[in-house]
């Protein structure tokens, strides 16, 4: 069984940083892309940054240049890091994952819990 356990969240002030874990845990043969969404009530969920296991990043037009995405391969874990957090960036983070069970399986994708992000202005 593969699980996505969250860390980090919590409530903040406009101006302030939080940084999300996401640790991948189970038996696995190796994990491609990973990645953070979010989701509000108001919104559909939608993609804040992914890495591949190279290392590429990606991310959404309104984070970039305040939010970084990094992974330590050897822990299987995900970090966000978010700096100059925003009203507008309250919501649920969810970590996601392309995790292959077996060598030549294909990836399936996994999804942790969500941890609540807030922030006060």
């Known amino acids: 069984q593969v699980q996505l356990v969250e860390s980090g969240g919590g409530l903040v002030r406009d101006g302030d940083s939080l940084r999300l874990s996401c640790a991948a845990s189970?038996?696995?043969?190796?994990?491609?892309?990973m990645g953070w969404y979010r989701q509000t009530p108001e919104k559909q969920r939608e993609l804040v940054a992914s890495?591949?296991?190279?290392?590429?990043?990606n991310y959404a037009d309104s984070v970039k240049g305040r939010f970084t995405i990094s992974r330590d391969n050897a822990k299987n874990t995900v970090f966000l890091q978010m700096n100059s957090l925003k009203p507008e960036d309250t919501a649920v983070y969810y970590c996601?994952?392309?995790?292959?069970?077996?060598?030549?399986?294909?990836?399936?994708?996994?999804w942790g819990q969500g941890t609540q992000v807030t922030v006060s202005s």
């Open positions: 996601n994952a392309k995790i292959k069970r077996r060598p030549f399986y294909s990836p399936s994708t996994y």
């Open positions: 189970g038996t696995f043969s190796s994990i491609a892309d």
């Open positions: 890495i591949t296991g190279g290392g590429n990043t």
